[in-house]
DNA sequence: ACATTACTTGACTATTCGTTCCATAACTGC
DNA sequence: GCAGTTATGGAACGAATAGTCAAGTAATGT
């Protein structure tokens, strides 16, 4: 009917994630955005609309995506503990080399805290998504008497995506696998019971 | 000699932390700086050099003050143990306060990771002030049996200093002092031997 | 009182910002 | 190949940006 695009949407749009990641929102210009995703000007804004509303999509799919990533870490995993093990033993992993870059979602609360509806928004919806996966995980492993059993599974839960936060902000910061891993190890202990 | 400022600088240089806590450093602008400062254009040049310099002074200030505060905290332990206790407790409660604000240094890292060496350096260096008091304070909750002394306790302070970030990104987030509270509790219990 | 010093004020520059306009190019269904 | 439709490229917009300049003003030591 008409011209195709001759780029890839949710090829720039990896692009854009990539380039927001490093430099934030406030700290990437439209001309940062363009050079990178080799694109016109105007195709940006006719595929995308303004800057905030491809920031939006970018966080959108970035935090889809990465939760998917963090919970296809636990495939191989035999029990829930496991999984919840293997999830954040992975992380550590990845964003522990030295080329693994920020963690869109985590930036975005700090630059814009909950100044930002939507962006609140977004991040709430793929926080309530990791939080229900290690509850459901770590009542199981209770179950299985893998975990505490006087342990408050949906504080525990909180616990660990917080820990998680921790981990993502320290990668950040330049931390490697290995005091990642430690970290990591240190949380699952507050799993087990008293002594 | 001559005419002296009309202004106190630690009071002013302490109102620029406190937008850039808000807004982070590409979000905020010379003109936002000044009129929450309510000082000239040129005297805000004269005093502090340019904004990356007033930048980096707030950053310095505010570490040193946060880790002076948080280490007050610890003021009426009664052991080595309660004072770890007690610096994570009270910062539940102050950081979980609606409105509480964002951690410069943690903002900090996630606006400029490794980029920036001065800043990188500033943090660094506070970083390794909380280390230092959370292993030594560890080492001799270990010795008097607070602790599982099997622990290795700088893995271990590196893991509270680690939550620690995790709350504070969980804070700018909206968590309430409540949900924090639990999450320092939770982090302790990895300080326990196993059962 | 006066000279010296330096703070203050506000205008100013040059650049960069996000966004839009417009003419042109490219593709599809007929 | 033509008409209709949409993408593209570049120029241009006004607003905002970080930083500077120069003239006026206030406080101090002598």
């Given amino acids: 009917m008409a011209r195709p695009r001759a780029f890839d949407r949710d090829q720039v749009l990896d692009i854009a994630i990539e380039v927001f990641r490093q430099k934030g929102f406030e700290g990437t ?4 955005l363009i050079t990178a995703m080799q694109i016109g000007r105007q195709s940006l804004y ?4 303004d800057k905030r509303s491809l920031y939006l999509e970018a966080l959108r799919r ?3 995506n990465s939760i998917v990533d963090l919970l296809d870490a636990r495939r191989d995993a035999t029990s829930p503990r496991q999984a919840v093990e293997a999830l954040l033993l992975a992380f550590a992993e990845q964003a522990g080399q030295p080329a693994a870059s920020a963690c869109l979602g ?3 609360i700090c630059e814009f805290g909950t100044s930002d509806g939507d962006v609140v928004r977004i991040n709430h919806e793929s926080g309530q998504t990791l939080q229900r996966f290690l509850e459901r995980n770590l009542r199981e492993a209770q179950q299985q008497g893998e975990v505490d059993r006087s ?7 909180q616990f660990i995506a917080v820990t998680l936060m921790g981990m993502k902000v320290s990668a950040r910061a330049g931390a490697d696998t290995a005091t990642l891993r430690n970290i990591a190890q240190m949380a699952l202990r507050s799993l087990d019971g008293p002594p």
Wanted: no cysteine.
């Fill in 62 to 64: 970035y935090n889809t």
């Fill in 46 to 49: 006719a595929t995308f609309g």
């Fill in 151 to 157: 342990l408050d599974t949906r504080g525990a839960a």
């Fill in 29 to 32: 210009s439209t001309d940062d």
């Fill in 106 to 108: 985590v930036n975005s």
